[in-house]
């Protein structure tokens, strides 16, 4: 048998292996500095972040976030230059925040710390914070079914709609007027209350010129101004002027305090909007809309709007702040 030939084993010269040993080591040297780099310059890039700042101040990572996600980088700026303040974050997540009011919620809150800061928003939207009519504004009739008049907003003296009938002495009392579609769906609803609990709405008072509401508010003024205001609108600040305003009894219960505690009161409140209405001046929102509560009077603003009203348990003063004044 022929002799089996050894294989030579191969060896790295020591040079060779010194090499691929050296470049290895400084190889993973190498890596491992890259890295290093990498993260100690995004360290460096994230410690420039609104992020990190505002961390840096007090505020949770979740809070800075969200901070960052609502408000521009000028209110941002802002909130850095100052110290922590919960204030800021729990405006800032509100429902009805407006960016533009911003400053007015931080001032109105830090000087009146009992109001809760859902009232907070809404009080500023709605330019509460400065006092009944210290500001005024004219109402944009241009925002049909939508406009808004309050101790704010106002008509001018001429303001009259061109769509006003005369109301039905079937369903309303003598000499009121309103907007035909107020008239149409007022009609409906009352149909419709009829038929479920037999008993029979009534119009007390729609459509009001301004002229009618100037001898109102003057009768009132003799008192004195603080009662007028009290008690009525001044001329042009009347929803009455509109003609989509109506005060509603019924003639089972056809005084306001009878009709405040009736079963048809109740009905209304939760189910006028399905008619296009809202109770204007509900309870528990006088510091909204600048009047006691009022449980005849109501609003058209059409049913989509008002359903939406109904929902989230708005004023329309609130409403028109958020959604179109803006």
Known sequence: MAKKRKRKRLRLKPAVFRFLIYFTFFLAIGIYTINE?????ADFKYQETYEYKIT??????????????????????YI???EYN???????TQKYYLDKNFDKYIEYKEYHEDTSYEDT???????????????TYETNINDGYLMI?????????????????????????ANNRASSVVIENFKNMRQDIEEEMNVHLMVNSSYRPYKDQEEIYNEFKKVSLKYADSYAARPGYSEHQTGLAIDITSLEHPTANDFKESEEYAWLKENCHKYGFILRY??????ITGYSTESWHFRYVGEEVATKIYNEGITFDEYYAYYIEK
Not at 58 to 76: C, F, N, R, S, T
């Open 37 to 41: 780099t990498k993260k100690i310059i």
């Open 86 to 92: 919960e204030i800021y974050y729990n405006i800032v």
């Open 282 to 287: 509900p309870e528990g929102k006088e510091h």
């Open 149 to 173: 008049v309050n101790k704010f907003y106002h008509l001018d003296e001429s303001y009259e709609r061109d769509d006003l009938e005369n109301i039905n002495l079937a369903y309303a009392y």
């Open 56 to 77: 840096q101040k007090g505020y949770k990572l979740k809070e800075a976030q969200k901070l960052i996600e609502i408000l521009p980088d000028e209110k941002l700026d």
């Open 121 to 135: 928003i809404a009080i500023v939207n709605v330019h509460a914070n400065v006092g009944w009519y210290n500001e």
């Open 80 to 82: 850095l230059e100052n």
